[in-house]
């Protein structure tokens, strides 16, 4: 079984930096396209970042130049350093994968969501 699970949330003033980390477990052959989310109160779930499995990444125009987005493939992980972050950042964010795995004898593919964790950017 497979599972993604995230760490690395909290609150921060403005202006402040925080990491955020997302761990792939269970019988991965391979994890391809990963990325980060968000969602505010009463918004739509909205992406933040992405990076394929060459290394070419995307971001929001909200986050450009702010946040950054890294893989490390012999831990299964995926990060999102942000940095001078503003209230508006607040949100439960969101790693999403898609993963290539073992079940049996047959490799499957699947897109995975992480658990969820709270971003509160405050004074």
């Known amino acids: 079984q497979v599972q993604l699970v995230e760490s690395g949330g909290g609150l921060v003033q403005p202006g402040g930096s925080l990491r955020l980390s997302c761990a792939g477990s269970g019988s991965i052959f391979r994890i391809n396209e990963m990325g980060w989310y968000r969602q505010a109160p009463g918004k739509e779930r909205e992406l933040v970042a992405l990076?394929?499995?060459?290394?070419?990444?995307n971001y929001a125009d909200s986050v450009k130049g702010r946040f950054t987005i890294s893989r490390d493939d012999a831990k299964n992980t995926v990060y999102l350093q942000m940095d001078s972050l503003k209230p508006e950042d607040t949100a439960v964010y969101y790693c999403?994968?898609?993963?290539?795995?073992?079940?049996?004898?047959?490799?499957?593919?699947?897109?995975?969501w992480g658990q969820g964790t709270q971003v509160t950017v405050s004074s």
């Open positions: 990076i394929r499995s060459g290394g070419r990444t």
């Open positions: 999403n994968a898609d993963i290539t795995y073992y079940s049996g004898i047959t490799i499957l593919n699947d897109a995975y």
